[in-house]
């Protein structure tokens, strides 16, 4: 079975500054997809940025970005110009594309004003 | 609007007594899912339903029931036989014929034994 890791229970970043969220995924198939999802104090899931694994170009929306490792497995979230409305559990999550999704344990993110 | 909505948002529930927890979408999606998530263990997989009159277990099925008669509803039982289910749980519905396509997430449902 496809597994997520995610190997950082908690990060904090100061406001204003970069931070990186990491995530590690184990598969044996080469067509797949990723995501980003952030759960804020409201326990809204929402989605942040996605990256299907056959494109090499990292996604990008906004102040957030990947970087999309495929050989090593790797899917890391970078967040720039952090804000406060940034704080909270972020999940990644991969799926085959007939598959239902896998979750990792996730990362609560702090910003400090 | 569109979206995913879930009832009730806070749930008490005596040990020994089944409980539904309702799941509806307007978003015309395939599939819905059925998540449990606990404290520092990410979202578990229940159940999950990709057509309707279809359902699949997911990776902790058990204790749990679903049903769905409707495309728009998936409603999701907690059994007596459930061990521990004080939980969060999240409903969610996802397009299936998109391959590129996320889940999107009802705002859950809070359940606790009491």
Not at chain 1, 22 to 28: A, F, G, K, L, V
Not at chain 1, 38 to 45: A, C, L, T, V, Y
Not at chain 2, 27 to 56: C, E, K, T
Not at chain 2, 100 to 110: A, D, I, K, V
Request: one cysteine or more; proline letters at 4%.
């Amino acid at each position: 079975a496809q597994t997520v890791t995610q190997s950082q229970p908690e990060m904090s970043v100061q406001e204003a500054e970069t931070v990186t969220l990491s995530c590690t995924y184990d598969t044996s198939e080469s067509d797949y997809y990723l995501f980003w999802y952030k759960q804020p104090p409201s326990r809204q899931m929402i989605l942040v940025i996605r990256q299907e694994a056959y494109k090499q170009q990292n996604a990008t929306e906004n102040r957030f970005s990947v970087n999309f490792q495929k050989a090593a497995k790797s899917f890391s979230l970078k967040i720039s110009d952090s804000q406060l409305g940034d704080a909270a559990m972020y999940f990644c999550a991969y799926r085959r594309s007939s598959d239902d999704m896998r979750f990792g344990a996730g990362t609560r993110l702090t910003v400090k004003p | 609007d569109g979206g995913i909505t879930q009832s009730p948002k806070y749930l008490f529930r005596k040990e020994g007594q089944n409980v539904t927890l309702s799941c509806e979408q307007n978003l015309n999606h395939d599939a819905m899912y059925w998540y449990r998530q606990d404290p520092g263990q990410g979202l578990r997989l229940i159940y999950y339903s990709q057509i309707v009159n279809d359902f699949q277990k997911g990776d902790i099925a058990e204790g749990y029931s679903v049903s769905r008669e409707k495309k728009e509803s998936f409603p999701l039982t907690v059994t007596s036989a459930q061990k521990n289910p004080t939980a969060f749980y999240l409903c969610a519905s996802m397009e299936w014929t998109g391959r590129y396509n996320e889940q999107f997430f009802g705002p859950g449902t809070r359940l606790t034994v009491l």
